[in-house]
Every structure is written in structure tokens, then in C-alpha cells.
């Protein structure tokens, strides 16, 4: 890659890089389609605000008829997704507990360590970089505890639009060194032919219609999986 940001040491910054962060936060929507009966025919020229509005086929249903709220809260174009301080440099000293509600003591050292990640972060420059970086493309962030299913643990949350997966591909693109209007859109074939022979429920579908392109084109290869 020739992209102007180079690999971050630290897990927590790499995972708010553009490519790793488009990477995750759609692989996590496709996922989402595994048990919700996927159409077999998603193309690659299409953007993304598919994974996010019912389909216009009533004989297969979008995210949106399992998650009535979301519609009726009219944020059906908005992605929510959190980056886990848990992957952080081991200064942090993050926290997380693996269950849903936490107990007085566990919230208080959870309070804590948000307090010293928080601190580290906001005061490092590369952090700083990152999320200016989103922020400018309209994807807000804040730091908070969660509670979820799978435990309470110390975030980055991080919201947008649909527009917004398009500007974070975009820098993605520029990242990854793509400069001519073909290289950019050959990238993102190849990515959504990576994310659908890959994260679909019916992904055998795709390995038999498309060759396999490796990893993502937005991520250095040397990060690649050995099977995609």
C-alpha cells in the first residue's frame, strides 16, 4: 500500500483506519443477512444503502422488517458501531466483563479505565488524526461504556449515514494508493466481491460466480486471510 497513513502498532488505531473500519462495519450488516433469507442476486455495482432499507422484492425481507423500531425511529439510513478499547495498548489497562449487567464494582473499574483510556488517547496525535479523519466525513464518535448481550465493555462509538460509507471508501481509496477514477472502481468491485463471497449467508453462491480477488484491496495484503 502507498497510502498516506501508515499501519499503526496499536490495534485499537488500526481498526479506526478507513479500510479496516468499512471493511467491519459492512461485513457486520452482511452478517446480518446469514438467517434473513439473502437474495441470491446482491450485485457489486450497487451501494449500500441495500443493507440498510427493505428490499423492494416482498418476497425477501430487509434488516428493517426484523427491526420494526428502526423504521419507526426513522433511522434506517444510520449505521451505529463501536471499537472496543479492549484492543488498545496494554498502558489502557482496559476492562471488559462477560456478562450483560455489571455490578456496582465492576461499573466503577470500568469507569476507570474509560478515564485513563480516554486521557491516553485524547492526548495522542495519531489518535487525534484518526478520528478527525471521520469526523470530517460526518461520522461522529464518542467514547462510553456499553452494555450488551455479549458484556459491558469500554468503546469508541461511532454513527453515520449511508453517505457516509461511500466518503469512507473513498478515503479507503486514498489510502491504498488509488489515484485514476479505474483503479477506484476496480477497487470496489473487488471489495464487494471479498465482502460477498465471504460474510453472505449464501456466499457459495458468489465463490461460484466470481473468482476469488484475495482480502480486501483496501487493506494490505500481508493481512490477507489465507482462505477467501
Request: net charge neutral.
Amino acid at each position: 500500500m502507498t497510502g498516506s497513513s501508515a499501519q499503526s502498532t496499536d490495534m485499537f488505531l488500526r481498526l479506526l483506519q478507513p479500510g479496516s473500519l468499512l471493511s467491519n462495519i459492512v461485513a457486520g450488516r452482511l452478517r446480518r443477512f446469514i438467517f434473513h433469507n439473502p437474495p441470491p442476486d446482491f450485485k457489486v455495482e450497487k451501494g449500500w444503502r441495500w443493507l440498510f432499507n427493505p428490499l423492494p422484492d416482498a418476497r425477501v425481507r430487509g434488516l428493517l422488517k426484523y427491526y420494526q423500531y428502526w423504521r419507526l425511529s426513522k433511522v434506517n439510513d444510520q449505521f451505529y458501531y463501536t471499537v472496543a478499547l479492549q484492543f488498545g495498548r496494554t498502558e489502557v489497562h482496559t476492562i471488559t466483563f462477560n456478562r450483560r449487567d455489571a455490578t456496582a464494582e465492576e461499573r466503577a473499574q470500568l469507569d476507570e479505565s474509560m478515564r485513563v483510556a480516554h486521557a491516553y488517547y485524547e492526548s495522542d496525535p495519531a489518535f487525534q488524526v484518526a478520528i478527525n479523519r471521520l469526523n470530517d466525513i460526518g461520522i461522529s464518535s464518542e467514547f462510553k461504556m456499553y452494555q450488551e448481550d455479549q458484556g459491558a465493555y469500554n468503546a469508541l462509538g461511532l454513527h453515520g449515514s449511508v453517505a457516509c460509507l461511500e466518503r469512507l471508501e473513498a478515503l479507503a481509496a486514498d489510502d491504498a494508493g488509488y489515484r485514476s477514477s479505474d483503479e477506484r472502481l476496480a477497487a470496489a468491485k473487488r471489495f464487494r466481491i471479498f465482502l460477498f463471497r465471504n460474510y453472505l449467508g449464501n456466499s457459495q453462491h458468489y465463490r461460484e460466480r466470481y473468482a476469488d480477488v484475495g482480502g480486501s484491496p483496501y487493506d494490505d495484503p500481508s493481512n490477507w486471510p489465507e482462505k477467501t
